[in-house]
């Protein structure tokens, strides 16, 4: 009855799931995503889909590669602890070219850490998702809208490059309300010739697997791998440009980070100091030609996150170290205020701060 | 607005139930000396009840909460307080049950008590901007898991069909045929419709039985 309706970041990434035609959930509840459960708990149910909450994430994951192997959508979601759990099915989920949807709504850490928000899965989730090399499509998004868009859009990346997009959240994008319009064209899936549908005898057999007996194969299926991903790195990025055209300090933010940052920014523009932002939608591929272009004009760096300077390494690498750079950062479920940014950008101008 | 001695407000996860019942605690010590509000949930960590305790405290409300809510301490518990509703008949109550079926389970513990003094309102919140209370029938259902988990029955509906801060005024009253519709096929009448109170000014002479509500602020 309603256009838009008002939602979780959690309900928002589970009813986008839905209507990108996922039927298979698998999980363990974990504050703060145990929405993402509860309403598939709820829904797939009625619509013929299957939620099951397995024994573990490990079990979770694991059920995820073999839906995945058949060619259908499939997703689990965690929070940071659970994450590493699943570092080994992620590794294994790469090895067997496997498209997948994995959520990570992280919260503070390491270790148990606790339930308040967090951005410190970034290195994990851009550059260490398990082991071996392989990479994730690492989504960000930095409202409800976007909890939904990026998560029709990840699986859509996932099955045209045969690899887990991962939507990086943080415990604010899950647990708040906003009012969100779930309209989509969503592309019909592909074909999935390589999946295990059975043979019919009409075909040889299709055989998913991440075991390779001869190292020279495996070099090949490596080198294969990342003349994709360099494929991607030059057509996915994704990134919003925020008051960039005359900025002469660049500050660099995603989700939650980026919220406060734009406060601070209007605050800071208020004063006549020139400032922008670069947030990266997509932190793999992450939006390194859109900074090395900021580093034109910009003389400083502000990266602005509630982790311990994780993305700040990225910008130094894609600005090669040209600027100076300043971190602006809590940690541990805290999150920088806007007077916190604000005197970040003041000190980058010079100012008496 | 009338009150029992007890007001039991549950509903959907996300239904609003922790504002609502903010609002009516404030409304009811209004008019009664004695008032005690009462957080219930059990199910969500985050959003709660416990967020307005300075508030209460300044207007002399008791807080009835768990000593774990808000505290990031992830368990569900009950407060041992909570046999002082039943027990100090002086008192009047405003309970904030956890959301779904699921959260109405604390209820039973106290469900007996409740229904053996019977001077009690179960009041249901809905909000069809909700997705999974978009229309009456699924939101009736989500109403008979609730009443079934509670071992109670609702006695009337309170409509607060909203958008958060975006919610505006026709939103609120194309809200009013679903509540409408909701009251006929259960028989439970509309308490009232509560709505932000920007937007009581625009709406008091388009519906009836407005409850204007405070927005309740998360302040750490």
């Given at each position: 009855m309603a256009d838009k309706v008002l939602m979780k970041g959690n309900e928002a990434i589970a009813e986008a799931a839905i209507i990108a035609g996922c039927r298979h959930y698998f999980g363990y509840p974990i504050t703060p995503q145990t929405e993402i459960a509860a309403y598939m708990a709820k829904r797939?149910?009625?619509?013929?889909?299957?939620?099951l909450q397995a024994e573990s994430e490990i079990a979770a994951i694991n059920m995820v590669y073999g839906v995945a192997s058949t060619g259908l959508r499939v997703m689990t979601s965690s929070s940071s602890p659970g994450i590493s759990l699943k570092g080994e099915g992620l590794s294994y989920l790469a090895g067997a070219d496997l498209p997948s949807l994995v959520v990570n709504v992280q919260r503070g850490g390491p270790g148990l850490g606790g339930?308040?928000?967090?951005?410190?899965?970034?290195?994990?989730?851009?550059?260490?998702?398990?082991?071996?090399?392989?990479?994730?499509?690492?989504?960000?998004?930095?409202?409800?809208?976007?909890?939904?868009?990026?998560?029709?859009?990840?699986?859509?990346?996932?099955?045209?490059?045969?690899?887990?997009?991962?939507?990086?959240?943080?415990?604010?994008?899950g647990q708040m309300m906003e009012p969100v319009a779930l309209d989509y064209d969503v592309k019909p899936m592909p074909e999935k010739p390589w999946a295990t549908t059975g043979t019919k005898m009409e075909r040889e057999h299709n055989i998913v697997n991440s075991l390779f007996l001869q190292p020279d194969a495996l070099e090949k299926s490596n080198l294969e791998r990342y003349e994709r991903y360099k494929y991607i790195e030059e057509n996915e990025v994704m990134y919003e440009e925020y008051m960039m055209d005359d900025a002469e300090i660049c500050v660099a933010a995603f989700g939650i980070a980026?919220?406060?940052?734009?406060?601070?920014?209007?605050?800071?523009r208020k004063q006549g100091i020139k400032v922008g932002m670069i947030r990266p939608i997509t932190l793999w591929p992450f939006p390194t030609k859109v900074f090395e272009k900021a580093a034109e004009k910009a003389h400083t760096f502000i990266s602005v996150e509630l982790s311990m300077g994780q993305m700040l390494e990225d910008v130094k690498l894609a600005t090669k170290c040209k600027g100076e750079y300043i971190l602006c950062s809590r940690v541990g479920g805290m999150i920088p205020s806007p007077e916190e940014v604000l005197a970040a950008i003041e000190k980058a101008n010079g100012g008496a701060k | 607005m009338i009150y029992k001695r007890i007001t039991l407000l549950c509903g959907h996860y996300g239904s609003g139930k922790t504002n609502v019942a903010v609002n009516m605690a404030y409304d009811l010590k209004n008019q009664f000396e004695k008032v005690a509000i009462a957080d219930l949930d059990i199910v969500n960590p985050y959003f709660r009840t416990k967020d307005s305790a300075k508030e209460f405290k300044e207007k002399g409300i008791e807080l009835i909460c768990s000593d774990y809510a808000g505290s990031n301490v992830d368990i569900p518990a009950l407060p041992q307080q909570i046999y002082s509703i039943c027990d100090q008949k002086d008192k009047r109550v405003i309970i904030d049950v956890g959301g779904d079926d699921r959260g109405a389970l604390a209820l039973g513990r106290i469900a007996p008590s409740i229904l053996e003094e019977n001077d009690y309102e179960m009041l249901f919140v809905i909000n069809c901007f909700r997705p999974l209370t978009r229309d009456a029938d699924s939101t009736?259902?989500?109403?008979?898991?609730?009443?079934?988990?509670?071992?109670?029955?609702?006695t009337a509906i309170v409509n607060n069909s909203?958008?958060?801060?975006?919610?505006?005024?026709?939103?609120?009253?194309?809200?009013?045929?679903?509540?409408?519709?909701?009251?006929?096929?259960?028989?439970?009448?509309?308490?009232?419709?509560?709505v932000y109170n920007i937007l009581y000014e625009d709406l008091k002479d388009k519906a009836s039985d407005l409850f204007p509500l405070n927005l309740q602020k998360k302040i750490n």
């Open positions: 797939m149910p009625k619509i013929g889909g299957c939620f339930i308040q928000p967090s951005q410190s899965d970034y290195f994990q989730a851009t550059k260490a998702g398990g082991h071996g090399d392989f990479r994730m499509l690492v989504l960000a998004p930095a409202s409800v809208q976007e909890m939904a868009d990026l998560t029709i859009k990840g699986f859509e990346l996932a099955d045209k490059y045969r690899m887990t997009s991962m939507i990086l959240a943080d415990g604010t994008m980026s919220r406060v940052a734009k406060n601070a920014i209007v605050e800071a | 009736i259902e989500v109403m008979r898991e609730i009443e079934y988990a509670a071992n109670m029955k609702f909203n958008l958060g801060e975006e919610t505006k005024a026709d939103d609120v009253l194309k809200s009013l045929s679903y509540a409408d519709e909701i009251s006929k096929k259960t028989g439970l009448p509309i308490k009232c419709t509560s």
